[in-house]
Each structure stands twice: as C-alpha cells, then as structure tokens.
C-alpha cells in the first residue's frame, strides 16, 4: 500500500513522498558540563524512531525517555575537541 502511494506520489512531481510525510530529523547534542565550549550537534533524517515502550504507559512518555539522554561520568568523560580537556557530559 505505501509503495503505491509512493508511486503515485512520484508521478505527480514528489521526490521523497515518504520522507515528506513520515520523516524528520532528530538532532543529537553532545552538552559537556564546565566546558567553556558550546554544546555540538548532529542532525540525522529518520522515517521511524526506535522507542523503548515496554514498561511505558503513554507514547509520551516513551518520547520523553528518548530524549532524556544519557549522562557520561567517571571514566565515560567526553572529551572537548577544542580545548582537548575531558568532561562528564550529557548526550542527548
């Protein structure tokens, strides 16, 4: 069925029908707390997003863990490729 509308989609002038009506982009954040040095970022396209729903009761709070992160510590530090020092940081 969704490749059908697809080809329809892409007879009508479409490029990437799917990615236009199912897709984003998820921007991933690199934040080193104590470095003088702004946060990076990274953006990457997706059609579908893995999300942990076990153990969830809403689709919101599932989204919510998903953009929680993880916080890098102890021997996990990330280190700063401008000022090359290490820092525990929050990927996001």
Do not use: W
Not at 6 to 33: D, L, W
């Amino acid at each position: 069925l969704v490749d059908r509308l697809e080809i329809a989609m892409r007879s009508m002038g479409y490029e990437n029908p799917t990615r236009a009506c199912f897709g984003g982009q998820v921007i991933h954040q690199n934040i080193k707390k104590g470095c003088p040095h702004a946060p990076t970022e990274r953006a990457d396209d997706f059609i579908a997003l893995e999300l942990q729903i076990k153990g969830k009761n809403t689709l919101e709070n599932s989204l919510r863990d998903f953009c929680a992160g993880e916080v890098l510590d102890g021997e996990n530090k990330v280190q700063c490729d401008d000022c090359a020092q290490k820092y525990p940081a929050l990927l996001r």
